[in-house]
């Protein structure tokens, strides 16, 4: 059995809740085919920890593809992030109470990662789906940017696919919806190797 390894993060900024928990969480146990299966697993709020606590995961699990979602409180769609920049610039405390500005994710890495997940297919077979979802250009500069950056730091150059989805605000979007939408995004995933082609981006 091989394992996609699919990760949410625990409240934070004073929240009860976190829905990218709350929705990977329904998703521990669903095959995606008869020899794959999601593990879903729960990682702090927190620059000191989130990335440690994800590469023991990584190591005890060895999963075959790896998805981390975050809640993007303002954002109504379910976003398929495109890129993870070497910078940490917290607009708040973390839930340790630490607040970086301006350090390097990984001190003399890269500027930047793409997602190795294919984006575009999984942005059109969510809206296909009927729920909203797009490409996203940034991953914020919060723990969850620092995890995704430190996530396809460790795997560069690798067999193991990942990248990363924020997704709504449960006032945004119903637990329900998000869960089928991460469902249908997680098995796209799996399932295609070569991205769409499909128009899309900003042009500021
Ligand atoms: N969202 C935050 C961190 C944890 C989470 O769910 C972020 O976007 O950085």
Redesign the pocket.
Known sequence: MKTVLLMG?EP?DQEPV?P?WEAARQLDGFKIDQDVMVVARELP?AFATAGERMLQLIDELRPAMVIAT???PGRSEISMERVAININDARIPDNLGEQPVDTPVVDGGPAAYFSTLPIKAMVKAVREAGIAASVSQTA?T????QVFYRLQHALVGSAVRSGFI?VPGESLMPLSRLVDGLRVAVSVAWNTSVDAVEVGGQVS
């Open positions: 993060f934070f976190n990218s709020c975050g809640l993007a914020g919060f723990v969850c940017n924020h």
